[in-house]
């Protein structure tokens, strides 16, 4: 069936540095594909999305691409603020099912 | 614009009480869905339903039921409460299934 895998938190970096979240999907169509970002005490929020084979998303300077040759679609950020800090869920949706399929969320801490 | 409405915020019951979570949308969407969310466990989807009149089950639909009368709103009831259903709990819509999915601001549930 369908799932998303993202990569074990937490992620920890300084302020201004480099950010990369891994996310690979398996899915039975042709998925489109999402990262949303959640606040402390708040519901998650959409933060970009794709939804075709090298479609780049991109929002408030953080990017993914749609690649399918590799099931992927990391989030990358090239200088992370304090006020990035927050959990971040990688998600596949469509395909041959009816059903959104989240990852198991990657908390990022930016220390200033 | 009040987007994907829950109520309540929080709740506190005791092992077998029963009760209803409640989510209502104004934004016409179809698509609507139940998540719980669990440390270390990303979210989890419990039922789904794509329009009035239809609903399905997710991943962990075991001790939950739903209901979809009306496009705007899709009551979650528990109804047997159990201690391992203590969670957060989500509810959101979209116009598809393949669209980005709007969040309530989610419900603490703790069955004592």
């Known amino acids: 069936g369908d799932s998303v895998t993202q990569m074990e938190g937490p992620v920890t970096l300084s302020e201004e540095a480099f950010l990369t979240i891994n996310c690979t999907y398996t899915?039975?169509?042709?998925?489109?594909l999402f990262w949303y970002v959640q606040y402390p005490g708040e519901g998650l929020q959409l933060l970009l999305k794709?939804?075709?084979?090298?479609d780049k998303g991109s929002n408030k300077g953080f990017e993914a691409t749609y690649r399918k040759e590799t099931t992927s679609f990391h989030l990358e950020k090239g200088s992370v603020q304090v006020s990035d800090s927050a959990v971040y869920f990688c998600?596949?949706?469509?395909?041959?099912?009816?059903?959104?399929?989240f990852g198991s969320g990657t908390k990022l801490n930016v220390k200033p | 614009n009040a987007g994907v409405t829950q109520t309540p915020k929080f709740q506190v019951l005791k092992t077998g009480q029963s009760m209803t979570l409640q989510c209502a949308q104004d934004?016409?969407?179809?698509?609507m869905s139940w998540y719980r969310q669990d440390p270390g466990m990303g979210l989890r989807l419990i039922h789904y339903?794509?329009?009035?009149?239809?609903?399905d089950q997710g991943e962990v639909p075991n001790g939950y039921n739903v209901s979809r009368s009306t496009t705007e709103d899709f009551p979650l009831r528990l109804l047997s409460a159990a201690p391992s259903q203590t969670s957060v709990y989500f509810c959101?819509?979209?116009?598809?299934?393949?669209?980005?999915?709007?969040f309530g601001d989610g419900t603490r549930l703790s069955i004592l």
């Open positions: 959101a819509s979209s116009y598809t299934d393949n669209q980005p999915q709007h």
């Open positions: 899915a039975t169509g042709y998925p489109s």
């Open positions: 794709a939804t075709k084979a090298d």
């Open positions: 339903s794509v329009g009035a009149g239809i609903t």
């Open positions: 934004m016409n969407h179809e698509y």
């Open positions: 998600a596949s949706a469509g395909g041959n099912f009816n059903k959104f399929y």
